[in-house]
């Protein structure tokens, strides 16, 4: 206690680096790319919501082989390509001039993505102390944040101010800035390699988090409503900004990410789902109603509430499920639901907004909440209290 083992050494703050730079890059295209297929490629709504959605997809895809690569082959060598193959998609945008080559790089860059922040989450787990890995993790996620706040406004003053090249080009430059901190960072010789490699099903994922993953899925379903067509409704209602919605959310999860981490250790995390649960059906109700910027930030308040409590209590609670030596399977099941109700969300949404229009599609994007909520105290709450040793 009176030793702590150091956190802040030069590979964990060029991680964290590595990792503002990439998702920051990442969040240059969320909200653009809905304007840049609509505006500069003329397609619609559906596809829009495949070609956010597809990217998400390959993301899933991979997700159990990289981890399997990453612990066969090794992190330095995987994690060397998985950025350099984020690097050439991200200079693949240049070049776009029709929606069936944004598709294609579409794939090519779902794949790179799955890949690269597999890898990232690994490295850093590796590189933060055993005392200090609840810490170091949560520091290392602010990155992730940080770059959802200041990224989607970045991206859009650029578009609002010069064009898409630019922005194209800016996004490429950070992905660059990332790969290169990543030359800088030593990987611990403690990260073994098993010699034992099974394909079994169960090496990939892990059972006793499927209704985690499930409830999960349900909700970044109706997210996947979120980062497709925000930017678009905004349009719809003469909002000059839509980056606000993105700072609103981001600035409300840096505050209520802890707050919610506490209460679930202290009192559990009955009462806390039920306020995050109740905010998200209240942020698309808000969206349904929306009128002006007032109401469009309001809705991103209540969103960054509600997802700032679900999903970090939703891995704690998975994580408190298992035992260490499967935290890795149990995290890639999580974040796989996770990427799919985004991914199949932007998708099936797309088709429902072009017919009964964006306001319809945020109500039922609500209701849907409904699913996740009966399910966690019908069935997530008995099982998680039934467990008589919760592992640490």
């Not at 597809?54 to 082989?65: F, G, K, N, S």
């Not at 981490?261 to 306020?275: E, L, T, W």
């Not at 929306?290 to 700032?308: D, E, H, P, T």
Request: proline share 4%; aromatic share 16%; glycine share 8%.
């Amino acid at each position: 206690m009176n030793n702590k083992e150091p956190l802040w050494t030069k590979d964990f703050v060029l991680i964290c680096i590595l990792n503002l730079l990439v998702f920051t890059s990442f969040y240059f295209l969320l909200p653009t790319l809905p304007i840049f297929v609509t505006d500069v490629l003329k397609g619609d709504e559906s596809q829009v919501g495949y070609i956010i959605g597809i990217l998400t997809l390959m993301a899933v895809a991979v997700r159990p082989l990289s981890g399997f690569l990453i612990d066969a082959v090794g992190r330095k060598q995987i994690f060397f390509l998985a950025l350099l193959f984020y690097v050439i998609s991200m200079a693949g945008y240049i070049f776009v001039t029709s929606l069936v080559l944004l598709f294609l790089l579409r794939f090519v860059h779902g794949a790179a993505w799955g890949f690269a922040t597999t890898s990232a989450g690994t490295v850093v787990a590796d590189l933060v102390p055993a005392s200090r890995r609840g810490e170091g993790m949560g520091y290392y996620g602010l990155s992730n944040t940080v770059a959802m706040a200041v990224g989607p406004v970045l991206a859009l003053t650029i578009i609002n101010q010069v064009d898409f090249n630019l922005l194209f080009t800016s996004a490429l430059a950070l992905s660059i800035l990332g790969f290169l901190c990543m030359f800088g960072i030593s990987y611990p010789v403690s990260s073994k390699k098993s010699n034992k490699f099974t394909f079994s099903l169960e090496s990939f994922y892990e059972p006793r988090v499927l209704s985690l993953s499930l409830m999960l899925f349900f909700i970044t379903f109706g997210y996947g409503g979120i980062v497709s067509f925000i930017t678009i409704y905004a349009k719809d209602l003469n909002i000059d900004n839509p980056g606000m919605f993105f700072f609103a959310y981001a600035v409300i999860l840096l505050f209520v990410r802890p707050y919610a981490g506490k209460v679930f250790d202290s009192q559990g995390p009955f009462k806390i789902m039920a306020i995050g649960f109740i905010a998200i059906i209240i942020s698309f109700i808000i969206l349904f109603l929306a009128g002006g910027m007032s109401y469009y930030v309001l809705s991103a308040v209540f969103l960054g509430i509600g997802f700032g409590i679900v999903h970090p209590t939703a891995v704690a609670m998975a994580i408190n499920r298992v035992e260490p030596f499967r935290r890795g399977a149990a995290n890639a099941t999580i974040f796989s639901a996770f990427d799919l109700g985004i991914g199949l969300g932007s998708i099936l949404l797309g088709y429902l907004s072009k017919a009964a229009g964006l306001p319809f599609m945020y109500l039922s994007c609500g209701i849907i909440i409904l699913i996740p909520l009966w399910l966690f105290y019908n069935k997530i709450i008995p099982e998680y209290y039934s467990e008589t040793d919760i592992k640490t």
